[in-house]
């Protein structure tokens, strides 16, 4: 009995599908029979030693979490993602997603690009997925070689290698220059009903269903026992500036702050929102970055009524639901770090020194005072574009040596590494921590 062309299609998708089944079991396994062996040796996990560093403990080696890696390895990632897609095809044309597997492509996709380090990092940042119903309408198009998402609704393609992976239910998602900054569209929020408009309030529950913290969920599944799980998100004052832009989130405080203390408890309200689920997916911890908060660009008063009086409430409501909270802070950091120490965090980074302050380690350390642990800042533009692997590992044992000070220190950047960056340096970077003896 013969067989079309199209059910040798599917039965050879079908076959493809039980080996990549596979392949993600035996990774599973040999996860898990790792994970058996060290503690079997007694050797701490990635995620144990961040969590003893956290907690201002000693561990048998210091952990290595470099600022923001899912920056760096982004174009990685989505490469792996594409090419599982291109695998998929096989002379197809058209492809449905399906949104169980396009979760393992996604999940599969960041394995592989961590898999770029010889020596590995002891966190991991993830973020949100897509959800079922971008999938359920998005067909995967191959037009001579180049692979496009396709709305079946509209017709309206997007190419796969120039667009950000996709996120969320990607309606009303228009192509954009992300490198381009918001300077001032505060004249777009006049009241608070549009604040609210702007920024409903999500359902923990719906949030979970729409499928959109799948992708998260297999990680943790997958990675969970082994490595800190983190995402990033923004204090309230960071995420206005997506709403007012730079300019406007320096005017408003001056000429209607009644509208943006509004907007910041409105804020607020939305992020707890979204650190619930982050708590139910059951990641570890959260880098929680801050920027246009320093000393270099508002006063003491602004940063103490439109910053600090939020960031209490919020930090607070982060490690209630077991988040392990560490704050990053952009600009000039230092005339409020002993202020910051005091917040509900367990963890505190800075920048390298730029522009016009200087932020040295050992300042941080001293004002931090053991309260909270403390992040390396190491140069990630002089060490990962400008350096040798020599000079790599003199920078780290200079920070780790100061670090030994600290109520908890893990060796970080101060910034993500370009993009060009020798990954070669970064292992450089790690290894030093893991090898360091005091």
Same mark, same amino acid.
């Given at each position: 009995?013969?067989?079309?062309? !199209?059910?040798?299609?599917?039965?050879?998708?079908?076959?493809?599908?039980?080996?990549?089944?596979?392949?993600?079991?035996?990774?599973?396994?040999?996860?898990?029979?790792?994970?058996? !062996?060290?503690?079997?040796?007694?050797?701490?996990?990635?995620?144990?030693?961040?969590?003893? &560093?956290?907690?201002?403990?000693?561990?048998?080696?210091?952990? #290595?979490?470099?600022?923001?890696?899912?920056?760096?390895?982004?174009?990685?990632?989505?490469?792996?993602?594409?090419?599982?897609?291109?695998?998929?095809?096989?002379?197809?044309?058209?492809?449905?997603?399906?949104?169980?597997?396009?979760?393992?492509?996604? #999940?599969?996709?960041?394995?592989?690009?961590?898999?770029?380090?010889?020596?590995?990092?002891?966190?991991?940042?993830?973020?949100?997925?897509?959800?079922?119903?971008?999938?359920?309408? =998005?067909?995967?198009?191959?037009?001579?070689?180049?692979?496009?998402? +396709?709305?079946?609704?509209?017709?309206?393609?997007?190419?796969?290698?120039?667009?950000?992976?996709?996120?969320?239910?990607?309606?009303?998602?228009?192509?954009?220059?992300?490198?381009?900054?918001?300077?001032?569209?505060?004249?777009?929020?006049?009241? +608070?009903?549009?604040?609210?408009?702007?920024?409903?309030?999500?359902? =923990?529950?719906?949030?979970? +269903?729409?499928?959109?913290?799948?992708?998260?969920?297999?990680?943790?599944?997958?990675?969970?026992?082994?490595?800190?799980?983190? =995402?990033?998100?923004?204090?309230?004052?960071?995420? #206005?500036?997506?709403?007012?832009?730079?300019?406007?989130? $320096?005017?408003?405080?001056?000429?209607?702050?009644?509208?943006?203390?509004?907007?910041?408890?409105?804020?607020?309200?939305?992020?707890?929102?979204?650190? *619930? &689920?982050?708590?139910?997916?059951?990641?570890?911890?959260?880098? %929680?970055?801050?920027?246009?908060? *320093?000393?270099?660009?508002?006063?003491?008063?602004?940063?103490?009524?439109?910053?600090?009086?939020?960031?209490?409430?919020?930090?607070?409501?982060?490690?209630?639901?077991?988040?392990?909270?560490?704050?990053?802070?952009?600009?000039? &950091?230092?005339?409020?770090?002993?202020?910051?120490?005091?917040?509900?965090?367990?963890?505190?980074?800075?920048?390298?020194?730029?522009?016009?302050?200087?932020?040295?380690?050992?300042? %941080?350390?001293?004002?931090?005072? *053991?309260?909270?642990?403390?992040?390396? !800042?190491?140069?990630?533009?002089?060490?990962?574009?400008?350096?040798?692997?020599?000079?790599?590992? %003199?920078?780290?044992?200079?920070?780790?040596?100061?670090?030994?000070?600290?109520?908890?220190?893990?060796?970080?950047?101060?910034?993500?590494?370009?993009?060009?960056? !020798?990954?070669?340096?970064?292992?450089? $970077?790690?290894?030093? #921590?893991?090898?360091?003896?005091?």
């Amino acid at each position: 009995m013969g067989f079309s062309v !199209n059910t040798l299609q599917q039965i050879d998708l079908f076959s493809i599908y039980n080996i990549e089944c596979c392949i993600h079991l035996l990774t599973r396994v040999r996860i898990a029979d790792k994970l058996c !062996n060290d503690r079997e040796r007694n050797i701490a996990t990635s995620k144990e030693r961040v969590f003893q &560093v956290l907690r201002g403990e000693k561990s048998d080696q210091v952990p #290595a979490a470099p600022a923001y890696l899912s920056l760096f390895l982004a174009d990685f990632e989505r490469n792996n993602y594409i090419e599982q897609y291109r695998q998929r095809l096989r002379g197809l044309i058209r492809y449905p997603i399906n949104h169980q597997e396009d979760t393992r492509f996604r #999940a599969q996709a960041i394995y592989q690009a961590y898999e770029i380090f010889k020596e590995r990092p002891d966190w991991m940042e993830i973020g949100q997925g897509a959800s079922r119903s971008w999938a359920n309408r =998005t067909e995967i198009v191959n037009d001579n070689g180049a692979l496009y998402y +396709e709305d079946q609704r509209t017709g309206a393609r997007r190419s796969m290698q120039s667009s950000p992976l996709p996120q969320g239910s990607m309606e009303g998602t228009t192509e954009f220059d992300a490198t381009q900054d918001l300077w001032d569209i505060s004249k777009e929020i006049k009241s +608070e009903e549009q604040i609210d408009a702007r920024l409903p309030l999500p359902d =923990t529950q719906t949030m979970l +269903e729409q499928g959109d913290f799948d992708m998260p969920r297999q990680v943790m599944d997958d990675y969970g026992d082994s490595r800190f799980i983190t =995402t990033i998100l923004d204090t309230p004052f960071s995420d #206005a500036y997506c709403v007012l832009g730079f300019k406007g989130l $320096m005017v408003i405080q001056r000429k209607q702050p009644k509208l943006f203390h509004y907007l910041l408890d409105r804020q607020l309200e939305v992020t707890k929102k979204m650190m *619930g &689920v982050w708590a139910e997916v059951g990641i570890h911890g959260v880098y %929680v970055e801050e920027v246009f908060t *320093g000393a270099d660009i508002i006063s003491p008063s602004a940063y103490d009524e439109f910053v600090y009086a939020y960031n209490q409430p919020y930090f607070k409501h982060m490690s209630g639901l077991g988040l392990r909270p560490i704050h990053y802070v952009c600009g000039d &950091v230092i005339p409020r770090l002993g202020q910051i120490a005091q917040l509900d965090i367990a963890a505190v980074g800075v920048e390298e020194s730029k522009k016009k302050f200087v932020i040295e380690l050992e300042e %941080v350390v001293r004002l931090v005072a *053991g309260r909270v642990a403390v992040l390396g !800042n190491i140069d990630a533009v002089r060490y990962g574009q400008n350096a040798s692997l020599e000079d790599m590992a %003199v920078e780290a044992n200079r920070q780790l040596r100061i670090g030994q000070e600290a109520g908890g220190f893990l060796l970080s950047t101060g910034s993500p590494f370009p993009l060009e960056t !020798n990954p070669r340096l970064i292992d450089t $970077m790690v290894a030093t #921590a893991h090898t360091f003896a005091p």
